[in-house]
């Protein structure tokens, strides 16, 4: 999801104040627990949700304290509501963990023609499967020295999480590879340029909006201005989102908005209201700002953007793909994006000691919109030219140029028609399986700072 970053002033400071006065005031016939309880954690979640919470006037008038707390956060959410999240290190179970995040691998188990596969969908950079030698599209034929099915997998993968390691048996190559963890590598996973048709093309494979992205991307952006690149693809099909200021500085490099142009709209519950703000102001609130002429120094002479989506891209990725049109013209291609249209941020049991433990809550706090008014993707938002990756197998690499959605993107900007590769499936492949979905349920929110 989106975080929101809100400082401490404003409508975020009053919802603050809001939330202390009413855990300072509770009414005499308002029930009283012992610190440590269920009852007393689950007070504290009510307490903060019907502060900040988007649906607060939806929550239960007479809600049962005595639950489990991950069952009474179930129990009081909006029926409509796909990703709040209520989370402790100290409860396995509330932050489930998946391949990507403990392995730096994504697997996928295909359908077609009668016939089931188990392929490597992504392998991240600097990871122990990529030093290996494990590629994107490779099929696997076990795991743990289990032949894999469509049927097993989901057992295997999480037995494998369970212990702490996997081991893949990989179709033409010597094995077993073995991977027991790896180093989170920056969000910048690759770039590249390409001449072909008269144009100069920059492609930047975007992992998230994690902080640390903007060093590298202003490194990509004035390394392309020296190349005078006048085409942009930006390829965001698994980008889980992050920081909202992030994807301001990202948008204000790629397209002519001014510092005051409005970036977007938040549209909080009746105690939050709307908050329009612009892309200098959502730039100020990066942890170390730079002028926005630094920002702008860095643009391209573009005059439109190619984004890559899919099923997994999700939040702040969203966000700039929904934010970025009324600014500068933008074309999707790929898959329907996965729908978070929300921003939420985390509240915690700051006193100390914590009464309520570890406990941390991630409310849905505001839909989101562009300068546009236009929001409410909760269904995710549809590409301008539609495309299934895993459409033709062996899956290229990410940042090769006959990859299928990066192909799909440099037939719309050259005008030259897609060369045949691979083999294409006779109907369209199934999927049975997906790592990724599990970390699509993540608390990888749409990153506001109170």
Not at 142 to 154: D, E, F, M, Q, R
Not at 269 to 278: E, I, P, T, W
Request: glycine share 8%.
């Amino acid at each position: 999801m989106i975080h929101f970053n809100p400082k401490v002033k404003g409508t975020c400071y009053v919802l603050l104040v809001l939330l202390l006065y009413l855990n300072a005031c509770k009414k005499e016939t308002d029930p009283e627990f012992s610190p440590g309880t269920n009852a007393f954690i689950n007070d504290w979640v009510m307490d903060s949700m019907k502060v900040y919470y988007y649906w607060n006037n939806s929550l239960p008038a007479k809600p049962d304290y005595d639950q489990e707390p991950l069952q009474f956060f179930s129990a009081i959410k909006n029926k409509t509501d796909r990703f709040s999240q209520l989370i402790n290190p100290d409860v396995p179970e509330s932050y489930p963990r998946t391949l990507y995040s403990d392995f730096g691998i994504d697997l996928v188990t295909l359908s077609s023609a009668g016939k089931d596969q188990t392929i490597i969908r992504l392998v991240v950079p600097g990871s122990d499967g990529y030093q290996a030698g494990l590629k994107r599209g490779d099929t696997v034929l076990s795991i743990n020295g289990t032949a894999v099915t469509a049927s097993n997998i989901s057992a295997l993968t999480e037995a494998s999480l369970k212990q702490g390691s996997i081991t893949l048996d990989v179709e033409g190559k010597p094995g077993p590879y073995k991977i027991d963890g790896y180093l989170k590598p920056g969000p910048v996973y690759t770039t590249q340029v390409w001449e072909k048709g008269g144009k100069k093309t920059g492609y930047i494979f975007l992992n998230n909006f994690d902080i640390r992205a903007l060093s590298k991307l202003k490194e990509v952006f004035a390394g392309f201005q020296g190349r005078q690149v006048n085409e942009l693809i930006l390829d965001l099909r698994y980008n889980t989102g992050g920081e909202v200021s992030v994807a301001a500085a990202l948008a204000a490099m790629i397209c002519q908005a001014g510092q005051e142009a409005i970036f977007l709209e938040y549209r909080g519950n009746s105690l939050a209201g709307v908050q329009r703000h612009s892309f200098g102001y959502e730039i100020s609130r990066l942890i170390t700002p730079l002028n926005y002429s630094q920002y702008t120094s860095l643009r391209l002479n573009i005059n439109r953007v190619f984004l890559i989506t899919g099923n997994h891209t999700a939040s702040a990725a969203e966000l700039l793909a929904n934010n970025l049109p009324p600014h500068i013209p933008t074309i999707r291609i790929g898959e329907k994006t996965l729908g978070k249209d929300m921003a939420e941020y985390e509240l915690a049991d700051h006193r100390k000691p914590q009464l309520a433990g570890r406990w941390v809550i991630w409310p849905l706090v505001f839909k989101i919109y562009n300068s546009a008014g236009i929001g409410d993707y909760t269904d995710g938002l549809p590409p301008d030219v539609e495309a299934d990756e895993l459409s033709v197998l062996p899956l290229k690499q990410l940042g090769d140029p006959e990859e299928t959605l990066t192909q799909k993107a440099l037939a719309q900007i050259t005008g030259i028609k897609a060369s045949v590769r691979g083999r294409a499936a006779a109907e369209k492949a199934h999927r049975l399986y997906d790592s990724r979905d599990k970390d699509d349920r993540m608390p990888s929110p749409i990153r506001v700072r109170r």
